[in-house]
């Protein structure tokens, strides 16, 4: 299986401790199957850090550690009450921890924190946001919390991307 991360800077070995904690699956690294994705936030990432560039770094991953016993792998298969319980607690519980080595699910963006934030406001409810959530297409995302499971990435190489305005 190939993977994409896009950053503004190539990442041969990814450093856990560099990484954000409030984000969809908690502190980690993020990879997606699509170069679009990874383009995609190569270029959100140099746009907020005002730099004209960012890359896209490839790796591949045995898709055999999916059926492992060695990692702890928490797999969402879609958008679910599950799945957004689950990035509502790793976006807002400050200190939330999961015990997973690797987490599959789908991205979310801004069009589902529409949703959220409907819900929270009380304007629809959780079957609802999820009956929405399955309408939109959302990319993936593979996650990686622990050394462990990082180790299983092997750096393929990197693409620069250049950050336009147009092109988001």
Not at 102 to 113: C, E, F, K, P, S
Request: aromatic residues 12%; charged residues 25%.
């Amino acid at each position: 299986m190939i993977l994409y991360h896009g950053g503004l800077i190539p990442v041969p070995e990814p450093d856990l401790s560099l990484s954000r904690q409030q984000l969809d699956f908690g502190g980690g690294f993020y990879t997606t199957t699509s170069f679009a994705q990874a383009a995609k936030w190569s270029k959100i990432k140099s746009r907020r850090d005002g730099v004209p560039r960012g890359y896209i770094s490839s790796y591949e991953l045995d898709e055999s550690i999916f059926k492992s016993k060695i990692m702890q792998i928490r797999k969402f298969r879609g958008p679910s009450r599950a799945w957004l319980t689950f990035v509502m607690h790793n976006r807002k519980d400050v200190g939330f921890a999961h015990p997973y080595d690797i987490v599959q699910g789908a991205v979310a963006n801004d069009r589902v924190y529409a949703c959220i934030n409907a819900f929270e406001g009380g304007f629809i409810d959780f079957d609802t946001v999820i009956r929405r959530l399955r309408t939109y297409a959302l990319a993936d995302q593979i996650s990686f919390h622990t050394d462990r499971a990082v180790k299983q990435l092997r750096f393929l190489g990197e693409k620069e991307v250049v950050s336009d305005e147009k092109n988001s």
